[in-house]
């Protein structure tokens, strides 16, 4: 079930975090396709330099790591993934520089692998970005399951990178192939990009991948009604924060408290960090964390969290990110320390909380969305 078997040999991959009854294939038939088309085109050799971006858990990377690639990925769970997916093989996490998308990049690559993103908006942003590590001698490969792959895809390749075409399926995924157009002047990306919220009538800065990159979530505007205000809570935390739109409202609110701002996208947690930067007077009492939940942080260290919390991880909808951060958020709590989320009504985020905390109150409803305390 785990064992990936490629041209490039037999692989062991599980995805991140491991769940003992998870069904899904750290890996999709687009791996597959790109792993077969590379050995049949001989595309990589000894003095190769390919550069693979959003690997999801290591099939690329680690069947790949022979060619010492530099893999790109948005996503802490990604990067820690690919990491214990490379220990599992026995192979040298050394060979895979893992990198987020803020990292420099050097030189030229004469092999780009994307696995395209499911929001066109990060693939525009790293299109852009890699544009500068192309030539014309640049092999660019990118894949997908095919339902995933539209005509605004493929013109972003042709608008910033140059002429693209696109394989037959194989397994419902397809291969698109892009040729480097050096004299292509396609501009700048155009993020991160900015609104207003109306109701706080601040502007928020999003990098590309951010949850609702450009307009405020209907769930977190409910939220931001419903932030609490008291000196009792010295240290708050805003999980899983997107631009971070909650945790500033509850910095605002509290403004003797310390805030921290932790999220698993790189891009979230940078938007964040400006978005604090601007809008907190006393930015110094916030600070910031990409992690997996609330990996890293001190148990009984927190007074309040605040959470939106996440329902699918890449394709796969389902509230075992939402568990896991409850669970985790029990530990972190002080005695006495509150958890306040909003959810979709239907999700029934109430049993999870009751279960672990005894009691579950619900502070507020409308028709689409719950907001819910807990209390340690
Ligand atoms: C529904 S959004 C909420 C964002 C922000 N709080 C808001 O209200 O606009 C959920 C966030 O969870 C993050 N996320 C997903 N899985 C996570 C994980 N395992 N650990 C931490 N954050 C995660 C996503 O990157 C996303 O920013």
Redesign the pocket.
Known sequence: MNILEAPQGKFTLNRYPIRPKDQLRAWDAADEFILVHLHEQALLNESSRPLILNDAFGALSVSLALYKPCTISDS??SHQGIIENAKTNEINEGNITLQNNFQPLQGTYDLVIIKIPKNLAMLEDELYRIRDYCDEKTVILAAAMSKHIHSSTLKLFERILGTTTTSLARKKARLVHCKFDSALKPGKSPYPTKYKIDITDETFSNHAN???REK??L??RF?LEFIPQSTKYSQIL?????????GITAAHLNPMAKVSF????YM?VESAKINVKQLVEDASRCDFKV???LQGIDNNSLDLII?????H?NHVVGDF?AW??FKEAKDKLKTGGEIIIVGNRHLGYHIKLKKLFGRCEMIASNKKFVILKAVK
């Open positions: 802490f769970i951010v949850f609702s405020l979530d769930g977190s939220m805003d999980l899983a924060c997107g631009n971070g739109v909650l932790v999220d698993e996208s979230a992690t997996d939940c959470n939106n919390p996440p329902f991880q990110i896991q951060m």
